[in-house]
């Protein structure tokens, strides 16, 4: 359990009611001082100031209601609980309690009256609260509510919000007369400098923890309010330094210098089936020209699906085979990873350089010859999944790592691989994505990469034309179309989202489908690919589609990254409603690797909710991916972009990313005047919001 720092007056145990259990309990969310219980904001308000009429409910409104009690019983229906029947002359409302003591069922007394807050819901005999806060009073209260709004603060377990209450009461006259203020009117941008001279920072805290009860609610509940947008830009700005601290702090670090090796890559290139486009040489020469120096590379790829990423990362190791050193690509999946793997030792075994694999299931005798290798240096490359970063794997010197599909992996997971090197040494590293991250996250939560864009396709690729169907209606249509394409001598992917029929799902199952589109599509080889399947079978069917022995092949989500068959087609996503933006795009990525047009069906099952139709209308419209991420950003959140940057290494206490994008924009340049104008103030300005995060600064 962590240890709650001990900071002499501002110590959190010098506050009445936290000993050191409590104080154990709230360092599980960062707040180990006086200071920083002043900056762990609520999240949202109740408003315990006025008594609402029970004639005046609403459905779903939490409320404080005053009424005289009529009758109070016992009730044996699917649960046992207490109903109390109150009424105030304008209306009646039934308070229920399925927890209750012989004394709090005593205590509702007829003619007694009753205080409570809780939220009204409508139910068969009228309004009905469920334990709500109460207590009773012999005669009609007057008075004893509260001056200003009640805070609800983010908690842990065995921290109530009766003792956040008693805590930040405490913590604003203990210590927000000596709160300190990092931000100078400069450099805040001028959409905010009005703010800044209206609302002081002490000022600003005090109306969040205790706003009054005639503030603007909505603007509260949107964080609008003056006070919101000083201390959101506060918080983004002090991560955007975090992250400007990890590049400084990486750039202390030593890495092996990975020269161009010219005549090499020039071997490389001549042998490929392809040209580079302008696109790839562009981002292979950042990528080499980072290399070429002693402070490890830390950058991120981004390209649309079929763009050429892996050819641009086999590019990138050749430098590291050049000087002798090792380098690793890992995937998150074992599909993904063996993708890499086979078209590596395609490119590589023509120049005499042998290519390593290492996943979970790799056979033993196979897998002892290959660490064997590693830990002597023989073998310079190895491709794989988090196999690669067991315990029992070591390098001779690894100094390059590829992480494909890096959102899916965790800061603990990176920092494995770096700890495989030798003493002193860090290696560079290349992170790609197929999610292409938008300019406003790349620019301010990404500080601390190197961001380099594939924006431009290979030659002779035609955008996928996208279709949206009702599967209700169009279905039957659909698999006639599958059948003539596949007699034309084309390759068709049928998506499902599940392997099996689910009772709480809708979703049509891979396997039922399989069996299904089998017997429709008689003498047509139809093949089934998804993630329980083993190794070997997964493979094999893969393997049999690649070759063209499979005409159709139904899978789950497993093909969305790393399967590629130029002759594929078509595709059809079954339940398209059901999945995001983003992996709907990247499995329509699929399709389309050929010269061939392509197309690719959603089919959806109605209705269908106005977020799915916004989603489907976006894919119907658009093949780019860098406008389908801005557009997944708005609707959906940060979620997948930004991986653990969003939970665990990158959590928020008032900014959110996606409401607060307009403020992004001006997080560079304030940084720049704030290192320019105040730099002193960077430090603390970090140590308020974002705490110490030595893991996060070593990734």
């Known amino acids: 359990m962590p240890k709650a720092k001990q900071i002499g007056g ?96 005593k205590s509702f007394r007829r003619g007694h009256w009753v205080r409570c807050f809780g939220a009204a819901r409508r139910g068969i005999k009228g309004y009905e609260m469920v334990h709500p806060e109460y207590r009773v009073f012999p005669e009609r209260p007057v008075g004893g509510l509260d001056k200003t709004l009640t805070p609800i603060y983010p908690t842990t377990e065995g921290v109530s919000q009766l003792l956040w209450r008693k805590i930040t009461d405490q913590a604003l006259k203990q210590g927000l007369p000596n709160v300190s203020e990092f931000l100078q009117i400069e450099v805040l941008p001028e959409k905010l400098r009005k703010s ?49 601290k990890a590049r400084e702090l990486r750039n202390n670090d030593q890495a092996p210098k990975l020269a161009k090796p010219t005549d090499l890559i020039a071997q490389f290139e001549a042998q490929l089936p392809f040209q580079l486009t302008g696109a790839q040489q562009r981002v292979s020469e950042e990528l080499s020209v980072d290399l070429d120096k002693n402070i490890p590379m830390m950058r991120l790829v981004q390209g649309d699906v079929g763009s050429g990423k892996t050819v641009v990362a086999a590019n990138a190791m050749l430098h590291a085979v050049e000087a002798k050193v090792q380098s690793v690509l890992m995937a998150p999946t074992e599909l993904l990873a063996e993708q890499h793997y ?32 590693l830990a002597s240096g023989e073998l310079l490359i190895a491709v794989g999944t988090h196999a690669l970063i067991q315990e029992s794997v070591s390098y001779r010197q690894l100094g390059f790592v590829v992480i494909d599909e890096q959102h899916r992996f965790g800061v603990d997971q990176r920092l494995a691989l770096r700890d495989k090197t030798p003493a002193g040494v860090v290696p560079h590293q290349m992170v790609m994505t197929a999610t292409p991250i938008p300019r406003t996250l790349a620019m301010s939560f990404y500080a601390d990469l190197d961001v380099s864009n594939i924006d431009e396709l290979p030659p002779g690729r035609t955008p996928v034309e996208t279709v949206v169907m009702a599967a209700d209606s169009k279905r039957q249509a659909v698999i006639e179309r599958v059948r003539e394409a ?17 009772e709480a799902l809708t979703a049509q199952a891979a396997t039922d489908t ?3 589109l089998s017997e429709q599509l008689f003498g047509l080889n139809v093949g089934l690919v998804h993630g329980r399947l083993k190794p070997k079978e997964k493979e094999a069917a893969m393997s049999d589609f690649r070759k063209g022995q499979t005409h ?32 709907l795009h990247q499995l329509r990525g699929r399709v389309g690797r050929g010269s061939e047009q392509s197309y690719c069906i959603l089919l959806y099952q109605t209705p269908l909710g106005e977020h799915a139709k916004q989603r489907l209308k976006i894919l119907r419209e658009t093949n780019d ?43 560079a340049a304030s940084a720049t005047t704030m290192s320019r104008v105040c730099p002193q103030n960077i430090e603390p300005l970090i140590q308020r919001w974002v705490g110490s995060r030595e893991a996060y600064v070593n990734a």
């Open 196 to 244: 800044l001279q209206e609302v002081e920072l002490s000022d600003a805290l005090l109306s969040l923890h205790r706003p009054n009860s005639g503030i603007d609610l909505a603007a509260m509940a949107e964080a609008r309010s003056a006070a919101h947008q000083r201390l959101i830009f506060e918080e983004l700005l002090a991560h955007h330094f975090s992250l400007r």
């Open 486 to 502: 596949c007699k034309q001598g084309k390759q068709v992917y049928w998506v499902c989202p599940l392997i099996d029929e689910s």
């Open 625 to 667: 991916g860098f406008v389908i991420a801005e557009q997944d950003l708005a609707m959906r959140g940060a979620g997948e972009l930004l991986g653990t940057r969003q939970t665990g290494s990158l959590s928020f206490k008032i900014a959110d990313i996606i409401r607060d994008q307009a403020l992004l924009p001006d997080l």
């Open 10 to 105: 501002n110590a959190l145990t010098n506050l009445a009611g936290v000993g050191p259990a409590v104080a154990a309990k709230l360092a599980r969310l960062h707040v180990h001082t006086i200071s920083d219980v002043l900056f762990h904001l609520p999240h949202r308000y109740e408003d315990r100031t006025a008594v609402t009429e029970l004639g005046a409910l609403l459905d779903g409104h939490s409320v404080v209601v005053v009424g005289e009690i009529e009758v109070a019983q016992v009730v044996f229906g699917r649960r046992r609980s207490l109903l109390v029947k109150i009424s105030d002359g304008t209306g009646f409302l039934t308070l229920r309690l399925f927890h209750f003591s012989r004394a709090q069922e």
């Open 552 to 583: 159709l092949l139904v899978a789950t989500t497993v093909i969305e990254v790393g399967v590629d068959v130029p002759n594929a087609s078509l595709m059809v996503i079954e339940n398209a409603e059901r999945m995001g933006l983003a992996q």
């Open 514 to 516: 399989e069996r299904e």
């Open 342 to 373: 086979a078209t590596l030792t395609a490119w590589f075994t023509t120049l005499g350089i042998e290519v390593g694999w290492l996943a979970s299931k790799t056979p033993a005798a196979e897998k002892r010859a290959t660490l064997e290798k």
